[in-house]
């Protein structure tokens, strides 16, 4: 994958979507212990995913509705709630669409309560910076490491579903 827009051959042909909240899986279970319409995917490195399904999405949403930081799909107010988890350890909240390799992705991250990685955002029409694309970037910040000819998004394993709900079917 690694410099071609973390996509591989599997992916590439086909769509992907991803909207999701990805943090230390220790962390993420207990920060969502209360929380009934959350489920939870281990990706690798210790690392866990939270889809932001639709009924997820209606839970977390305060009257402000989504499109916080420039996310099509992070709840109103939600964003508060990601800086209160990172108190604990660093969180992600990550969105990706492809569809015959061409799209975007957006990430931002929070750690110690604060947002430590502005709403990164590259779209359909721009390479990703030499610093890798939105998601390998909060990746990175999340502690996660690539091996040569790959990047973290592969590393991880975030190619294995091309939803966001096929990670908890």
């Known amino acids: ?9 599997e992916v590439r042909g086909m769509s992907y979507d991803l909207r999701a909240v990805i943090a230390d899986e220790g962390a993420l ?6 929380l009934s319409t959350a489920r939870l995917a281990s990706i690798g490195q210790g690392l866990s995913l939270m889809p932001m ?3 997820l999405f209606e839970t977390l949403t305060d009257d402000n509705g989504a ?5 099509r799909r992070l709840p109103g107010g939600f964003e508060r709630t990601l800086a209160d988890w990172s108190a604990h350890a660093p969180v992600a909240y990550v969105e990706a669409e492809y569809f015959g390799g061409v799209g975007e992705q ?3 991250a929070w750690d110690g309560g604060t947002i430590a990685i502005a709403p990164l955002h590259v779209d359909e029409d721009q390479p990703f910076p030499p610093a890798g694309s939105p ?8 502690g996660a490491v690539a091996s040569a000819g790959e990047d973290e998004f592969s590393a991880v394993g975030l ?8 990670w908890i079917a």
Do not use: P, V
């Open 106 to 108: 957006r990430a931002a």
């Open 53 to 55: 399904t639709d009924a």
């Open 1 to 9: 994958m690694g410099q071609d827009g973390d996509l591989n051959e």
């Open 67 to 71: 499109g916080a930081l420039g996310f």
């Open 135 to 142: 998601i390998s970037r909060a990746l990175r910040r999340l």
């Open 29 to 34: 279970r207990l920060a969502t212990r209360g």
């Open 159 to 166: 190619h294995r579903h091309r939803r966001s709900e096929a």
